[in-house]
Antibody, heavy 119, light 112 residues
Framework: DVQLVESGGGLVQPGGSLRLSCAAS????????MHWVRQVPGKGLVWVAR????????SYADSVKGRFIISRDNSKNTLYLQMNSLRAEDTAVYYC????????????WGQGTTVTVSS | QSALTQPASVSGSPGQSITISCTGT?????????VSWYQQHPGEAPRLIIY???NRPSEVSDRFSGSKSGNTASLTISGLRPEDEADYYC????????????FGGGTKLTVL
């Protein structure tokens, strides 16, 4: 089965750092662009970052630019999100999502991992 | 990136049809045929239901359809069923600032 499993969420103090992981299985991870999307509980989806298949093309939302770093290890079938200088407004469920191979869309989503930024 | 504009809520009775709008700009919806729609039930991850404006994944019911006119995209659900009650999000490729993606604020569909 095609699957994405996020991990690494938790409670962190403002100004702290956290690294999220997204383990992929059931497909050739190195062929796909990947995204991070977040959602404050009870609120809408917000795109965070994306990376192409070989890691050479990266984009970030303005709200996280300069603080978050998206990366991937294709040998480990894993996507990462390094989150630095965390703020209370970064509190959310973080999803990784796969971009469809042929079409512009996010066709596979993980179950999400929760990040809480609070003192 | 400014979020795309969706109505906060829509409702309909079983068997009826509803349409959810999603308004953007020429930097996103109006400039590209890269509009997607996602369905999200409470406590679940989003699910792709429409890609590239008007295309459905094979596993999605043909009761779901998409369209676009100018800077506004629309999702139509016909023959409403109780299980369609969920949150719906539009998304588009955007070049407003850094090239990337932008979502709408979401629309809560209530099946009366």
């Amino acid at each position: 089965d095609v699957q994405l499993v996020e991990s690494g969420g938790g409670l962190v103090q403002p100004g702290g750092s956290l690294r999220l992981s997204c383990a992929a299985s059931g497909f050739t991870f190195s062929d796909y662009w990947m995204h991070w999307v977040r959602q404050v509980p009870g609120k809408g989806l917000v795109w965070v970052a994306r990376m192409n298949d070989d890691g050479s093309r990266i984009s970030y939302a303005d709200s996280v630019k300069g603080r978050f770093i998206i990366s991937r290890d294709n040998s480990k079938n894993t996507l990462y999100l390094q989150m630095n200088s965390l703020r209370a407004e970064d509190t959310a469920v973080y999803y990784c999502a796969r971009r469809h191979y042929h079409f512009y869309s996010m066709d596979v989503w993980g179950q999400g991992t929760t990040v809480t930024v609070s003192s | 990136q400014s979020a795309l504009t969706q109505p906060a809520s829509v409702s309909g009775s079983p068997g009826q049809s509803i349409t959810i709008s999603c308004t953007g700009t020429t930097s996103d919806i109006g400039g590209y045929n890269y509009v997607s729609w996602y369905q999200q039930h409470p406590g679940e991850a989003p699910r792709l239901i429409i890609y590239e404006v008007n295309n459905r994944p094979s596993e999605v019911s043909d009761r779901f359809s998409g369209s676009k006119s100018g800077n506004t995209a629309s999702l139509t659900i016909s023959g409403l069923r109780p299980e369609d009650e969920a949150d719906y999000y539009c998304s588009s490729y955007t070049t407003a600032t850094t090239p990337g993606d932008v979502f709408g604020g979401g629309t809560k569909l209530t099946v009366l």
